[in-house]
């Protein structure tokens, strides 16, 4: 038995799919705005650091533009080419990103060479410069808290990515302040070492942001290569711990796409447990699951039965019997030495031909013998199937009121006085139903207790012959006299 929860866009998804396209664009837009400023004044002073911010910029304006399209990409639903949606858009464009910051901080890092050796341009710092990287930090605070917010919100990591991006982005402003800010102190000082703070810069820059690419990269493709998110999977087992119906521990499977969690769940259960019982079991392992992950996962749950080895003797029997879609009871089941016998009552239409009958009790054999191999022989009780439509009619009070009697009279030398009570008549077809409880002291043994009830039940039968079914129901006597 296998089902399949898929999540739908409703309105709260919706909006969260238009939070992250606003947030991916306002990125866009900052990130433009920033590589235009740095480049103007990295032009402008010959500083390496801020050529090395401009070009970072850069990438962080393609880096966020691959970002929006692939958030307005990756909540699409499955298609025909793309059975499995297009979450991965998300972590495929931070993989690129990764690669584009690794390229750009090895060109730093050269370029940062070249001035210690003395070549390159001598920088000339100036208030602009300052201005423009205050403003690039300010503007980096802004966003990356902003991105951060909605990747908490969405799970998305695509702009979790953008928001750490930007977080470093202040960090390497500032350091690029400070490069600026020793060469000022170097040609008022007269400390020639001081002039390298800015090469400094951008080799701490780069450093920073090699560091950055390796981690975004790692992540992508872990999810990429369908890697398990960390912690879910225990978050998951624990979530299903001790949860009724289940057999053994259950087999998990979890990948991530972009926002979307895939789980699949293998979950063990008892044999004999009905269709609904495990439907119902399927939800409430489907609605765990939903809850440690979120609105965003598809989740498939396969029901299996647990190994025969752990059912009883009589649980085999039964589910043999109802594997050929017959309905059993009174089921024993007795071992003589390595041999076992079966007794079975199963029920047939009252207007189905007796060889018909016949027939199903004989394949009905075949099939048990060949599920529970340990018994030599099975004996099967062909009786009528009970009808919900059965009772046909009320019983006038004159003929109540006299089978009460006898049945008064019965059960006070069987069972003593005042036992019996409640009793249930119904007319049927075929005669005469009744129904009763019995009072038995509170610590009689439960096989006692059925073999009372089964003497009581035929005494009855035999001394009023009107009554065709008889059902006596024991009652501890604690609880009602």
Same mark, same amino acid.
């Given at each position: 038995?296998?089902?399949?929860?898929? +999540?739908?866009?409703?309105?709260?998804?919706?909006? &969260?799919?238009?939070?992250?396209?606003?947030?991916?664009?306002?990125?866009?837009?900052?990130?433009?705005?920033?590589? *235009?400023?740095?480049?103007?004044?990295?032009?402008?002073?010959?500083?390496?650091?801020?050529?090395?911010?401009?070009?970072?910029?850069?990438?962080?304006?393609?880096?966020?533009?691959?970002?929006?399209?692939?958030?307005?990409?990756?909540?699409?639903? +499955?298609?025909?080419?793309?059975?499995?949606?297009?979450?991965?858009?998300?972590?495929?464009?931070?993989?690129?990103?990764?690669?584009?910051?690794?390229?750009?901080?090895?060109?730093?890092?050269?370029?940062?060479?070249?001035?210690?050796?003395?070549?390159?341009?001598?920088?000339?710092?100036?208030?602009?410069?300052?201005?423009?990287?205050?403003?690039?930090?300010?503007?980096?605070?802004?966003?990356?808290?902003?991105?951060?917010?909605?990747?908490?919100?969405?799970?998305?990591?695509?702009?979790?990515?953008?928001?750490?991006?930007?977080?470093?982005?202040?960090?390497?402003?500032?350091?690029?302040?400070?490069? &600026?800010?020793?060469?000022?102190?170097?040609?008022?000082?007269?400390?020639?070492?001081?002039?390298?703070?800015?090469?400094?810069?951008?080799?701490?820059?780069?450093?920073?942001?090699?560091?950055?690419?390796?981690?975004?990269?790692?992540? =992508?493709?872990?999810?990429?290569?369908?890697?398990?998110?960390?912690?879910?999977?225990?978050?998951?087992?624990?979530?299903?711990?001790?949860?009724?119906?289940?057999?053994?521990?259950?087999?998990?499977?979890?990948?991530?796409?972009?926002?979307?969690?895939?789980?699949?769940?293998?979950?063990?259960?008892?044999?004999?447990? +009905?269709?609904?019982?495990?439907?119902? &079991?399927?939800?409430?392992?489907?609605?765990?699951?939903?809850?440690?992950?979120?609105?965003?996962?598809?989740? *498939?749950?396969?029901?299996?039965?647990?190994?025969?080895?752990?059912?009883?003797?009589?649980?085999?029997?039964?589910?043999?019997?109802?594997?050929?879609?017959?309905?059993?009871?009174?089921?024993?089941?007795?071992?003589?030495?390595?041999?076992?016998?079966?007794?079975?009552?199963?029920?047939? +239409?009252?207007?189905?031909?007796?060889?018909?009958?016949?027939?199903?009790?004989?394949?009905?054999?075949?099939?048990?013998?060949?599920?529970?191999?340990?018994?030599?022989?099975?004996?099967?009780?062909?009786?009528?199937?009970?009808?919900?439509?059965?009772?046909?009619?009320?019983?006038?009070?004159? *003929?109540?009121?006299?089978?009460?009697?006898?049945?008064?009279?019965?059960?006070?030398?069987?069972?003593?006085?005042?036992?019996?009570?409640?009793?249930?008549?119904?007319?049927?077809?075929?005669?005469?139903?009744?129904?009763?409880?019995?009072?038995?002291?509170?610590? *009689?043994?439960?096989?006692?207790?059925?073999?009372?009830?089964?003497?009581?039940?035929?005494?009855?039968?035999?001394?009023?012959?009107?009554?065709?079914?008889? =059902?006596?129901?024991?009652?501890?006597?604690?609880?009602?006299?």
């Amino acid at each position: 038995m296998s089902n399949t929860t898929v +999540p739908t866009i409703d309105g709260e998804r919706r909006l &969260l799919i238009r939070e992250k396209i606003r947030a991916a664009l306002a990125s866009v837009l900052a990130g433009g705005f920033l590589t *235009t400023i740095k480049l103007i004044a990295g032009l402008a002073t010959g500083s390496l650091g801020l050529l090395a911010e401009a070009a970072h910029s850069a990438l962080d304006f393609g880096a966020a533009a691959v970002t929006l399209f692939a958030v307005r990409s990756s909540w699409r639903p +499955p298609d025909a080419e793309h059975q499995y949606g297009h979450g991965k858009i998300e972590n495929l464009s931070a993989l690129v990103e990764s690669l584009l910051l690794a390229a750009t901080s090895v060109w730093i890092l050269y370029e940062a060479g070249k001035r210690f050796m003395g070549q390159g341009p001598e920088v000339e710092p100036s208030g602009y410069a300052f201005a423009v990287m205050g403003a690039s930090i300010v503007i980096d605070l802004v966003r990356s808290r902003d991105l951060a917010r909605v990747a908490r919100m969405s799970n998305s990591q695509a702009l979790e990515a953008d928001a750490l991006h930007f977080s470093t982005d202040i960090a390497s402003s500032a350091v690029v302040i400070v490069g &600026l800010v020793g060469v000022v102190v170097a040609r008022t000082s007269g400390v020639a070492w001081l002039t390298l703070a800015d090469p400094i810069a951008a080799s701490i820059v780069a450093l920073i942001v090699l560091v950055l690419s390796w981690n975004l990269g790692r992540r =992508a493709a872990d999810m990429l290569l369908d890697r398990a998110p960390a912690g879910k999977l225990d978050a998951i087992r624990a979530a299903l711990a001790g949860l009724p119906g289940v057999a053994g521990a259950p087999e998990l499977r979890l990948r991530q796409a972009g926002d979307q969690y895939f789980a699949e769940v293998e979950v063990g259960m008892q044999r004999n447990l +009905p269709v609904a019982e495990g439907e119902r &079991l399927a939800a409430e392992v489907r609605r765990r699951i939903g809850e440690v992950l979120g609105g965003a996962a598809h989740i *498939t749950v396969q029901l299996n039965a647990e190994v025969e080895g752990s059912l009883s003797l009589h649980d085999r029997i039964a589910i043999a019997v109802a594997s050929e879609g017959i309905q059993a009871h009174d089921i024993t089941a007795r071992r003589d030495g390595p041999a076992g016998h079966a007794d079975l009552h199963i029920e047939l +239409p009252r207007r189905m031909a007796l060889g018909e009958g016949h027939a199903i009790a004989d394949r009905i054999e075949r099939r048990v013998r060949r599920d529970v191999p340990e018994l030599s022989r099975v004996d099967i009780h062909l009786e009528l199937a009970q009808d919900e439509a059965e009772v046909s009619g009320e019983i006038d009070a004159g *003929t109540r009121a006299a089978l009460a009697s006898k049945v008064e009279a019965v059960s006070r030398r069987v069972v003593g006085d005042a036992a019996v009570h409640d009793l249930m008549f119904a007319r049927t077809a075929t005669g005469i139903y009744l129904s009763c409880h019995c009072f038995l002291a509170a610590e *009689t043994p439960m096989d006692e207790a059925h073999a009372i009830t089964d003497r009581l039940e035929a005494a009855l039968r035999a001394a009023v012959p009107e009554l065709t079914r008889v =059902a006596v129901h024991a009652e501890p006597r604690s609880l009602g006299a």
